[in-house]
């Protein structure tokens, strides 16, 4: 059933009443469904030993999970530098975060970031009409900024990652880069969250398809979405958090 919007914010509050902990978020700016989306018993019998936070952006998942699971490392991988230094910033209150001001790619060097107005929509790929019909308030010119890349297997070299990581990976379109160059954290790996398109919101997403394919090649099968990008244009689908397990 569609809830209404006194529903959802009624909704909200219960959350927020269930869960003191999420209070802290939402001073912070953070929903509590993030928070009640890993509060599960399914993430907490994954025992990870680690978490690996590709895309980072503000924290806002590191928090989270710091949140969750507080006595677990969790190693965010950001690369614009006011995104990073609000990273740093909550890393003070949350002693389990650590930041790497860093792209994470399948090679490493220096590439070009298309830096939006609205920091989440940042990407290494330049974004189609598709998401600025959809999300106007992102439509404005973007700023290009050199940033480095290295690849996730490079960049965990000498992390204490524990025998079972979980990693997350949130990169606007580049995620199929980031999975060629992370086969031996994957192979440790216990589990994945990889946003995933079903519309291609930047050019050359790679498919949701594409995605599957190649974290079943690794070891892992799709075990899902727990959320997902609805467009406020037309109410399509386009975008998943996909959930993969060993």
């Given at each position: 059933?569609?809830?209404?919007?006194?529903?959802?914010?009624?909704h909200?509050?219960?959350?927020?009443?269930d869960?003191?902990?999420?209070?802290?978020?939402?001073?912070?700016?953070?929903?509590?469904?993030?928070?009640?989306?890993?509060?599960?018993?399914?993430?907490?019998?994954?025992?990870?030993?680690?978490?690996?936070?590709?895309?980072?952006?503000?924290?806002?998942?590191?928090?989270?999970?710091?949140?969750?699971?507080p006595?677990?490392?969790?190693?965010?991988?950001?690369?614009?530098?006011d995104?990073?230094?609000?990273?740093?910033?909550?890393s003070?209150?949350?002693?389990?975060?650590?930041?790497?001001?860093?792209?994470v790619?399948?090679?490493?060097g220096?590439?070009?970031?298309?830096?939006n107005?609205?920091?989440?929509?940042?990407?290494?790929?330049?974004?189609?009409?598709?998401?600025?019909?959809?999300?106007?308030?992102?439509?404005?010119?973007?700023?290009?900024?050199?940033?480095q890349?290295?690849?996730?297997?490079?960049?965990?070299?000498?992390?204490?990652?524990?025998?079972?990581p979980?990693?997350?990976?949130d990169?606007?379109?580049?995620?199929?880069?980031?999975?060629?160059?992370?086969d031996?954290?994957?192979?440790?790996?216990?589990?994945?969250?990889?946003?995933?398109?079903?519309?291609?919101?930047?050019?050359?997403?790679?498919?949701f398809?594409?995605?599957?394919?190649?974290?079943?090649?690794?070891?892992?099968?799709?075990?899902?979405?727990?959320?997902?990008?609805?467009?406020p244009l037309?109410?399509?689908?386009?975008q998943?958090?996909?959930?993969?397990?060993?």
């Amino acid at each position: 059933m569609m809830l209404s919007t006194l529903g959802r914010r009624l909704h909200k509050m219960a959350v927020l009443i269930d869960n003191p902990p999420t209070w802290r978020l939402q001073l912070n700016g953070i929903g509590p469904e993030g928070f009640v989306q890993f509060n599960r018993p399914w993430f907490r019998r994954l025992r990870p030993t680690s978490v690996l936070d590709v895309g980072a952006n503000r924290g806002q998942f590191a928090q989270v999970i710091s949140t969750v699971l507080p006595d677990v490392p969790v190693y965010s991988f950001e690369p614009l530098p006011d995104c990073f230094d609000a990273l740093v910033r909550l890393s003070r209150t949350y002693p389990s975060i650590r930041g790497f001001q860093v792209a994470v790619g399948d090679k490493a060097g220096t590439v070009t970031m298309f830096r939006n107005a609205y920091s989440d929509s940042s990407s290494l790929r330049a974004m189609r009409e598709l998401h600025k019909q959809q999300f106007p308030f992102t439509a404005k010119p973007e700023t290009e900024v050199e940033v480095q890349v290295v690849t996730l297997d490079d960049a965990c070299r000498g992390l204490a990652l524990g025998s079972r990581p979980f990693l997350k990976i949130d990169v606007q379109g580049f995620e199929e880069k980031v999975i060629l160059g992370a086969d031996a954290v994957l192979a440790m790996a216990v589990a994945a969250v990889i946003e995933v398109s079903f519309e291609p919101l930047y050019e050359g997403t790679p498919s949701f398809e594409v995605v599957c394919d190649m974290m079943r090649s690794r070891g892992f099968r799709f075990h899902g979405c727990i959320s997902q990008l609805i467009g406020p244009l037309d109410g399509e689908i386009l975008q998943g958090d996909a959930l993969f397990v060993r």
